[in-house]
T-cell receptor, first 110, second 115 residues
């Protein structure tokens, strides 16, 4: 059973702080990793993708991947109340099929 | 990125009936998928929609319950058959755009409530 694990939260951070979201996966052969943001009542929206070990930055978002530790994370700098959502970690386990974690709910307080 | 449109966006269905969800992509895509998100849960892959042939279903999902068609590169349908309250979910169409590597995009979802 290929699994993706996330802390369900909620993760509460004050406005302007760094939010750190974590994800572990069980399939060592996984090659691509994604973070989706899902607002209540909406469908998932792609935030970041990462394929290689290390960091990938896009604006306020940084994805980090460590394949040896089977760990992927998402950092959100200068968190805003509009970042309050559920963040889903997804792992491509082959044939472009995504296995999703249960999501971490992020709450950014003004 | 590809724009993925789903119809209906929301529906309330009677127990025992069937409903077909349509998914239209605005560009040719390499692969299309159907996911389900039950209330309070994460997304689960139902099947891969194959153009011109039978869909490939994941464990726990069967063709009789979730028949899928994909007559061309940009269109697919998912039918939820003989619905029960347990089928109340968001059903999401997703696709991989040809030029985007293996990035998977989602439609806005079809929110079904079975009463």
């Amino acid at each position: 059973q290929k699994e993706v694990e996330q802390n369900s939260g909620p993760l509460s951070v004050p406005e302007g702080a760094i939010a750190s979201l974590n994800c572990t996966y069980s399939d060592r052969g996984s090659q691509s990793f994604f973070w989706y943001r899902q607002y209540s009542g909406k469908s998932p929206e792609l935030i970041m993708s990462i394929y290689s070990n290390g960091d990938k930055e896009d604006g306020r978002f940084t994805a980090q991947l460590n394949k040896a530790s089977q760990y992927v994370s998402l950092l959100i700098r200068d968190s805003q109340p509009s970042d309050s959502a559920t963040y889903l970690c997804a792992v491509n386990t082959g044939f472009q099929k995504l296995v999703f974690g249960t999501g971490t709910r992020l709450l950014v307080s003004p | 990125s590809a724009v993925i449109s789903q119809k209906p966006s929301r529906d309330i269905c009677q127990r025992g009936t069937s409903l077909t969800i349509q998914c239209q992509v605005d560009s040719q895509v390499t692969m299309m998928f159907w996911y389900r998100q039950q209330p309070g849960q994460s997304l689960t892959l139902i099947a891969t929609a194959n153009q011109g042939s039978e869909a490939t279903y994941e464990s726990g999902f069967v063709i009789d319950k979730f028949p899928i068609s994909r007559p061309n590169l940009t269109f697919s349908t998912l039918t939820v058959s003989n619905m029960s309250p347990e089928d109340s979910s968001i059903y999401l169409c997703s696709a991989i755009e040809g030029g985007s590597g293996n990035t998977i995009y989602f439609g806005e979802g079809s929110w079904l409530t079975v009463v």
